[in-house]
């Protein structure tokens, strides 16, 4: 890409504007061009201003950012079997109630199982996987709706059936993580806990442009609010800073990273070096694009990455992802967002301590996505 130096300069404004005028506590920004690390930026506080300084290999929930390291080990662990988005899910897990649904529609929030009738516990992964295999799906594709807390359970159930891992976290470490130096964890060792920050509630309420899915999400027996709802249990952004819940690395909402890990994870995509191909190119091609049910808003997944939707004329909605076509990632709830642009060999990622009221990335990170594309 030309003008490095700009762009870098035009990024690292915002992130000063970011401490100055928006209530930055603590944070990273990690970004990787033609396979190399290019910059990683730290600043801020760990936990209370004044107290542990954030540090390049700070650790911090990143919720729903980790979705993208997530689905690429469903992949890694199914295509390792012969496995891919074309397959019926009934072929590994015949126990879910989905006629022929395909892999790849499940993978990318059309499967319709975004919430659960059962009030099953989020601590009790037996439990989750009973009513989930139980349920009846909300629609079917090619409806789609985001899957906020299940995929995480759909995700480790993949892995183990196609696998033989014991659990999710056990196969990410060993099969992805640690071959390709991936800071990146899902279930925490105590051993880690000292390089944790500790995250912050949101101080201002929700953005004007996401009034619609608050609407629903405060509405009783909307398809928003049962799919944030369900499983039952950690809803507060508090339990995040339990070391118990860190352990247990739900692989849809609970992942750890700093920016260093997130930012290699996809800059090593970015250029086609991390795992076979083809997996980079499930994660990077549409499989729906429309309105979602569940954000009540216009999305577009991958299998398991979530990317710019576009209108009927094939222009972009929006440009979360910055302006290639190719870009996919995920953000995380409270403003982490992580992305790779294969187009232009350039990977993003942002992660902070101080949560913002949102579903989509805010402005701390989509203006400085906007300032290295220009």
């Known amino acids: 890409m030309r003008n490095v130096e700009q762009r870098l300069d035009r990024v690292l404004n915002v992130w000063g504007e970011n401490f100055q005028k928006r209530g930055e506590l603590g944070a990273s920004l990690c970004l990787w061009l033609d396979g190399r690390e290019l910059l990683l930026q730290s600043g801020g506080w760990a936990d209370d201003p004044n107290g542990t300084a954030w540090r390049d290999d700070t650790l911090v929930p990143v919720y729903s950012a980790g979705k993208g390291p997530a689905a690429f080990a469903v992949w890694h662990a199914l295509h390792s079997g012969g496995l891919g988005p074309e397959d019926e899910v009934r072929t590994i897990w015949p126990a879910l109630r989905l006629g022929g649904t395909k892999l790849g529609e499940l993978m990318s929030h059309q499967a319709g199982l975004a919430a659960l009738d059962a009030p099953a516990r989020v601590d009790n992964y037996a439990e989750v996987i009973a009513a989930l295999e139980r349920q009846t799906p909300l629609w079917t594709p090619p409806s789609h709706g985001y899957h906020p807390r299940t995929f995480g359970w759909i995700c480790d159930e993949l892995v183990r059936k196609a696998s033989g891992a014991a659990d999710f976290g056990e196969y990410w470490r060993v099969a992805v993580a640690v071959p390709n130096e991936l800071d990146v964890w899902f279930g925490l060792p105590d051993t880690e806990d000292v390089r944790v920050a500790r995250i912050r509630a ?66 090593l995509l970015a250029t086609g070096e991390l795992g076979e191909p083809r997996i980079g190119a499930w994660l990077e091609t549409a499989h729906v694009n429309g309105f979602d049910l569940v954000l009540q808003t216009f999305t577009s997944f991958s299998c398991g990455c979530m990317k710019d939707p576009v209108d009927a004329d094939g222009r972009k909605v929006r440009s979360h992802f910055g302006p290639s076509f190719r870009a996919y990632g995920h953000p995380g709830a409270g403003g982490s967002h992580a992305f790779c642009d294969a187009e232009h060999r350039f990977a993003f990622a942002y992660v902070m301590n101080q949560f913002e009221l949102g579903v989509m990335p805010g402005r701390k990170a989509l203006d400085m996505v906007d300032a290295w594309y220009g």
């Open 202 to 267: 949101s101080k201002v309420g929700p953005r004007p442009d996401e009034q619609g899915f608050y609407h629903e999400l405060g509405r009783s027996g909307s398809a928003t609010m049962r799919a944030f709802s369900s499983p039952v249990g950690m809803h507060a952004i508090s339990e995040m800073n339990k070391p118990e819940s860190r352990r247990v690395g739900f692989p849809g909402f609970g992942a750890m990273a700093s920016a260093r890990g997130l930012g290699r994870f996809y800059g």
